[in-house]
């Protein structure tokens, strides 16, 4: 080697020395490796992420910056992330900037042949365009109808049976699945006006929701790859990329055969393609989200008795109300949504489920323009920002110190009559700002629907032996399902207890809207 080849080398490994100094300066968070950023931590914190994330956040006061790459070119392009948890940052980029923090195109590129344009995967008009359309469908009576309608008759003739024969039999279920397929039946009935029942006895597969499944999995393998691999992998017909495509032939298949949507249909200038997309970002959008959100709820009712007590007080109260004392009709049909709308500590349960386990526990936006958030961090353009749902809800800055705890009281106001209106940015489990969800009311009608109907046929807990761990993957699924035992459900010591409370106090705090006909039926009852 000549002496202005070493020379040159060593000019080059002075150069990455310097710049590796600044970026560890620079970026505040977890420990930057020469070359590899925050890879190593990363890969070495896989299973379990968000707590890793939760735990940067806390040691960081809310707001960190990392790269995953160190190589000066990379860490510019795509590798400089900053993450936060700061309710006024969250403020800042989903509403009060919003236009300068769309999805971006990283996003958009990986979902593109999943999605489409459709309102999951837009930024600006095209975005704007879907969200007034389905916006002015979300505020009607028809389609919360609708959805009490497909929810009830699947809780009633397929969900109800599947799990009076597991008692029956003494056969635990995985109750993650069955979830799974009742609301994707439940979101394709709203969709496509055709109830699929994925969720019968015998449990069929369905090709539909199989391709589908595949798909989005094989969609997610894109963000662990730079996009210019992906890309080259699709065209060369490799991989994950092989199975993407053939499951969205399938789905493709399906979506033609039964594009009769339930809204947008009446607009016949529409193409039968755009149509399809829009269809599967409203399955994508309304269906793993209840389900999991569903599944972590029974899971925590099941290690808190006390709470399922509180949810069963407050059912057997309204059912008294308004089915009278005769408890065999209660059980007969599926609450309806008069019902359903009362029962006010069952929704401050479900809320604080999605605190402490946010159905989408992470999102990103790409930063269009330089800018300084709240909390004094400058942002790149071309960059992207995390922000980490599920730590915001574990902060105790935030939600106080005894925010790890499962607490439904802390959503009730001082009498426990209503729900206390929350600092929106504190809880974005539904997301904010104008892209907030657009399902939220009907997910909460149909969680609450389905959590009433099994507890008060059921008790369940959890099977000897099984684990309950999250699985990695943008949506906080559970990794080995939730394996439940379903036992039956005596209702007599809870009317008992509301006969108690009530004489005991001698005041009307169970009687919802304060009937005293109420009482005396319990007395009856019980
Ligand atoms: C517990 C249940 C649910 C949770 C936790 C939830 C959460 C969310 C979140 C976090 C987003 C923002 C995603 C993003 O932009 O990256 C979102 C958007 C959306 N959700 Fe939900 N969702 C739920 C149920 C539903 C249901 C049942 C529907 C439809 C029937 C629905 C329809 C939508 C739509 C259309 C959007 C896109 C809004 C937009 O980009 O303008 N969601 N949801």
Excluded at 410 to 429: A, M, P, T
């Amino acid at each position: 080697m000549d002496a202005s080849a070493a020379l040159m080398i060593l000019s080059a490994v002075t150069a990455y020395l310097l710049w590796f100094r600044f970026i560890s300066r620079t970026l505040s968070g977890p420990r930057v490796w020469p070359l590899l950023g925050s890879l190593p931590d990363l890969v070495r914190n896989a299973n379990c992420m968000h707590d890793w994330i939760a735990d940067n956040l806390r040691a960081c006061g809310g707001t960190y910056q990392t790269c995953i790459c160190a190589i000066p070119f990379l860490a510019r392009k795509q590798g400089l992330v900053t993450v936060t948890c700061d309710p006024k940052n969250l403020e800042h980029i989903l509403k009060v900037r919003f236009d300068n923090y769309p999805k971006g195109p990283t996003w958009q590129a990986a979902f593109h042949d999943l999605l489409g344009e459709g309102i999951f995967n837009s930024d600006g008009d095209t975005w704007l365009f879907q969200r007034k359309t389905a916006a002015l469908e979300f505020t009607t009576r028809t389609l919360r109808q609708a959805m009490a309608r497909w929810v009830s008759r699947a809780i009633k003739l397929r969900f109800c049976p599947i799990l009076a024969m597991a008692q029956q039999e003494g056969k635990p279920v995985d109750l993650q699945d069955l979830l799974l397929r009742l609301t994707f039946d439940n979101i394709c009935g709203l969709t496509f006006g055709k109830d699929p029942q994925t969720l019968s006895v015998g449990l069929p597969e369905n090709g539909f929701a199989l391709a589908f499944d595949r798909a989005t999995e094989a969609t997610l393998q894109r963000f662990i790859l730079p996009e210019i691999i992906w890309k080259f992998k699709k065209w060369l017909g490799l991989g994950m990329e092989v199975s993407l495509r053939r499951s969205l032939g399938h789905v493709d298949e399906y979506l033609s055969e039964h594009h009769q949507h339930t809204f947008m249909k009446k607009k016949e200038s529409y193409s039968d393609e755009f149509l399809q997309h829009v269809a599967l970002n409203f399955i994508l959008a309304g269906r793993d989200t209840s389900s999991v959100a569903l599944s972590w709820f029974f899971w925590l009712v099941s290690q808190n008795p006390q709470v399922e007590e509180k949810i069963l007080m407050e059912l057997c109260t309204v059912l008294m109300e308004t089915r009278g004392s005769d408890t065999s009709k209660w059980v007969e049909d599926p609450l309806v949504f008069e019902e359903v709308d009362r029962l006010i500590y069952l929704k401050a349960a479900l809320s604080e489920t999605l605190r402490l386990y946010p159905s989408v526990p992470q999102d990103s936006k790409h930063v269009i323009n330089d800018d300084v958030l709240p909390s004094g961090t400058f942002l790149r353009a071309g960059s992207s920002i995390t922000y980490s749902i599920y730590s915001i809800g574990r902060m105790k800055f935030i939600w106080g110190d005894d925010c790890l705890e499962f607490k439904p009281e802390r959503w009730l106001s001082n009498d426990g009559k209503k729900i206390e209106v929350q600092d929106s940015y504190k809880f974005v489990s539904f997301n904010g700002g104008p892209r907030i969800c657009l399902g939220k009311d009907l997910a909460y009608l149909q969680m609450k629907s389905i959590a009433a109907a099994v507890l008060l046929h059921h008790r369940l807990e959890v099977a000897a032996g099984h684990r309950v761990e999250q699985k990695m993957s943008l949506t906080l699924f559970m990794k080995y399902g939730l394996k439940m035992n379903v036992l039956s459900r005596e209702l007599r010591p809870i009317l008992e207890k509301i006969k108690n409370g009530t004489a005991a106090s001698g005041k009307e705090v169970l009687t919802s809207n304060g009937n005293c006909e109420v009482i005396e039926m319990v007395a009856a009852v019980a």
